[in-house]
């Protein structure tokens, strides 16, 4: 009989699904399914740099650089900066939905 103890290797479950090591396995393995190709709607410089391994060194790299600035950081200062970079993400979204619904109301009204 198999117990679950609650440092048993968290129930069986040893890697977390949002880890980037459990990605890259997962899409590996994808590709190995898939003969190594990418997929057909890739532009040509993409299926060429994707091939090299470089798409996955340089994403791990520049998450591993942000992750340890950010480490070395105060946490207050690292908070804001995010929180920072955050509230730009949205406001600059909410410039651009603004744009595009003018730019549709005068597309419309021309239209008619």
Wanted: charged share 20%; net charge neutral.
């Amino acid at each position: 009989m198999m117990r679950n103890y609650p440092g048993d290797h968290y129930g069986g479950r040893i890697v977390d699904e949002n880890m980037i090591v459990l990605r890259m396995r997962i899409r590996e393995s994808k590709m190995l399914e898939t003969r190594s190709e990418p997929p057909p709607n890739w532009m040509e410089w993409e299926k060429k740099y994707y091939a090299n391994k470089g798409y996955d060194e340089d994403v791990c790299e520049a998450l591993g650089f942000l992750q340890n600035y950010l480490m070395n950081m105060r946490p207050g200062f690292a908070l804001g900066l995010i929180a920072l970079i955050a509230s730009n993400l949205i406001v600059s979204t909410g410039i651009a939905v603004f744009y595009a619904v003018k730019l549709a109301q005068i597309i419309i009204l021309s239209a008619s």
